[in-house]
């Protein structure tokens, strides 16, 4: 079992459940497969969004529903974003230091005010 504190070990466990997936369900999971069904999980990422933020149809479900469909949704995108990167063999972890945090170094004070640690 991967260590799920981590990108690389929350991927492997995430990989497994996706195995059980395509055994449970008969859908062979191929590079279109991964790559097309987060573009949909994104899609319904956008759905809850619209919704939570009102802007669809009343699905006459209450707020705390709206809610959790929203976060729900942030998590199907999160698992299939990381069963591609490990498909492809993305170092997620290496790549968010490499992009992201070459920022670091401009960071003010007042950058960190409010973040949860």
Do not use: C, N
């Amino acid at each position: 079992m991967g260590d799920a504190r981590t990108l690389a070990g929350l991927a492997d466990e995430i990989e497994i459940i996706s195995r059980v997936y395509e055994r449970v369900f008969d859908v062979p999971r191929s590079d279109d497969w991964l790559v097309l069904k987060l573009h949909e999980e994104v899609g319904e990422l956008t759905q809850a969004y619209l919704a939570r933020s009102g802007r669809s149809r009343d699905r006459g479900e209450d707020a705390a529903a709206v809610d959790a469909a929203f976060r729900a949704e942030l998590a199907d995108v999160l698992g299939m974003l990381l069963l591609v990167a490990r498909r492809f063999d993305a170092d997620l972890d290496a790549e968010v230091q490499r992009k992201w945090f070459r920022w670091r170094h401009l960071v003010e004070p007042q950058d960190e005010e409010g973040v949860r640690r």
